[in-house]
T-cell receptor, first 113, second 114 residues
Framework: GENVEQHPSTLSVQEGDSAVIKCTYSDSASNYFPWYKQELGKGPQLIIDIRSNVGEKKDQRIAVTLNKTAKHFSLHITETQPEDSAVYFCAAGDSGSARQLTFGSGTQLTVLP | NAGVTQTPKFRVLKTGQSMTLLCAQDMNHEYMYWYRQDPGMGLRLIHYSVGEGTTAKGEVPDGYNVSRLKKQNFLLGLESAAPSQTSVYFC?????????????FGPGTRLTVL
């Protein structure tokens, strides 16, 4: 089955700096790569996703890049703000398996004021 | 729309007791999922359903059973709880149309088994 590794497990940045979280996956059949943000005491919420036919996608301060050859994808957050502090999860899935997602282990991002 | 709701929010069980966690969604989604979240391990899929009356095993199904008698509800059962089942349980749902879609998560149920 699919295996997703996520690094780092914790990340602290100063407000206004950029944050980068990286994930690798093992199954070349995976073609969908979402990123979820989980605030304390809440369920995860999708913040951005990318499909395998796209190399990069951007939404305001958030961007995701995908390298299918190397089987890795990354989340980039620019101009970080205290409200960006949360746990971030990457995931990978393929449309042929009931749309199951395999999640990474999560990154605790702390934005220091 | 309430989205995805989970009942109860917290529960403490003794080893060997049974319980059922209820997930309800009001978005008419076909797909529903049950995950468990443990520290440092992300979210792991327990069981899922691709429609009313259907269920299938995920990555970590042992010790759990599920039922989807109505499209809007997905129940997760623990027949004989064990301390290893102490975790936070999340339910999610996703629409059928358009290929891969966002999974919408509930607020979670924190279960402690003593």
């Amino acid at each position: 089955g699919e295996n997703v590794e996520q690094h780092p497990s914790t990340l602290s940045v100063q407000e206004g700096d950029s944050a980068v979280i990286k994930c690798t996956y093992s199954d070349s059949a995976s073609n969908y790569f979402p990123w979820y943000k989980q605030e304390l005491g809440k369920g995860p919420q999708l913040i951005i996703d990318i499909r395998s036919n796209v190399g990069e996608k951007k939404d305001q301060r958030i961007a995701v890049t995908l390298n299918k050859t190397a089987k890795h994808f990354s989340l980039h957050i620019t101009e970080t703000q205290p409200e960006d502090s949360a746990v971030y999860f990457c995931a990978a899935g393929d449309s042929g398996s009931a749309r199951q997602l395999t999640f990474g282990s999560g990154t605790q991002l702390t934005v220091l004021p | 729309n309430a989205g995805v709701t989970q009942t109860p929010k917290f529960r403490v069980l003794k080893t060997g007791q049974s319980m059922t966690l209820l997930c309800a969604q009001d978005m008419n989604h076909e797909y529903m999922y049950w995950y468990r979240q443990d520290p440092g391990m992300g979210l792991r899929l327990i069981h899922y359903s691709v429609g009313e009356g259907t269920t299938a095993k995920g990555e970590v199904p042992d010790g759990y059973n599920v039922s989807r008698l109505k499209k809007q509800n997905f129940l997760l059962g623990l027949e004989s709880a064990a301390p290893s089942q102490t975790s936070v349980y999340f339910c999610a749902s996703s629409p059928l149309a358009g290929g891969f879609n966002e999974q919408f998560f509930g607020p979670g149920t924190r279960l402690t088994v003593l």
